[in-house]
């Protein structure tokens, strides 16, 4: 069993910061890249940030600038560092990892259960 526990949304004024946190946890052999995906409402599910175990990170171009992806390879461990938040970054944000539980498996992908990230005007 392989499980993603996300952390830290809330609500917070335009303009403001929020830093999310993703840990993974449970029968795990290696973890590859890690990423976050938001879902507003009414909306597709879009692709925030990526970042490889090598600590290679891309970004929505909606997002550059103002959010910052980050992983501890110790902790199974990413983060989501969020400053200058729009009222447009409200959303549940999922927590995305490729996860190898075993050397002789492949990898698969595994989703946290969101948190709601709220920015007021």
């Known amino acids: 069993q392989v499980q993603l526990v996300e952390s830290g949304g809330g609500l917070v004024q335009a303009g403001g910061s929020l830093r999310l946190s993703c840990a993974a946890s449970?029968?795990?052999?290696?973890?590859?890249?890690m990423g976050w995906y938001r879902q507003a409402p009414g909306k597709q599910r879009e692709l925030v940030a990526t970042?490889?175990?090598?600590?290679?990170?891309q970004y929505a171009d909606s997002v550059k600038d103002r959010f910052t992806i980050s992983r501890d390879n110790t902790k199974n461990t990413v983060y989501l560092q969020m400053n200058s938040l729009k009222p447009e970054d409200t959303a549940v944000y999922y927590c995305?990892?490729?996860?190898?539980?075993?050397?002789?498996?492949?990898?698969?992908?595994?989703w946290g259960q969101g948190t709601q990230v709220t920015v007021s005007s």
């Open positions: 995305n990892a490729d996860i190898r539980r075993s050397f002789y498996r492949g990898t698969d992908k595994y």
């Open positions: 970042i490889s175990s090598a600590n290679s990170a």
């Open positions: 449970g029968s795990i052999f290696s973890v590859n890249a």
